[in-house]
């Protein structure tokens, strides 16, 4: 047996003591309790094997993943497109609409640009 399940083994025979000792009206919080000590613990194992399979141990690199900058910025102009189109649209009419969605598509293009050009610099890009 590993370090791992002789420890699951003690706090499974420590809750089960405990609830011999304190009797049945505290089972379901010394349930709780070791469930909870469990999930922390499956919780970080699958944290690391995930890290270890893809290879990394820190944030996912710029440009990648639902939570880089660019991602943002496409999730920030999609929402602000919104208003922005209303006001363009009554003031300037379809004029003004192709000139806010230009904009708007202008600023995502450069920055999108820019992060694979930084990405090329570091020798990220293949």
């Known amino acids: 047996m590993d370090a791992r399940q002789d420890d699951f083994r003690r706090d499974l025979d420590a809750a089960v003591q405990t609830r011999k000792e304190l009797g049945p009206e505290y089972e379901s919080e010394i349930v709780d309790s070791f469930l909870a000590r469990l999930d922390s613990r499956l919780d970080a194992r699958v944290e690391q094997r995930v890290a270890e399979q893809l290879g990394r141990t820190g944030e996912p690199k710029p440009g990648r993943g639902g939570s ?48 694979r050009r930084t990405e090329r610099s570091r020798g990220e890009w293949s």
């Open 68 to 115: 880089s900058p660019q991602f943002k910025l496409q999730v920030v102009s999609l929402a602000m497109g919104i208003p922005l189109s209303g006001i363009a649209g009554s003031l300037g009419g379809l004029t003004g609409l192709v000139v806010c969605w230009a904009g708007i598509v202008g600023i995502n293009v450069s920055s999108a640009l820019s992060a």
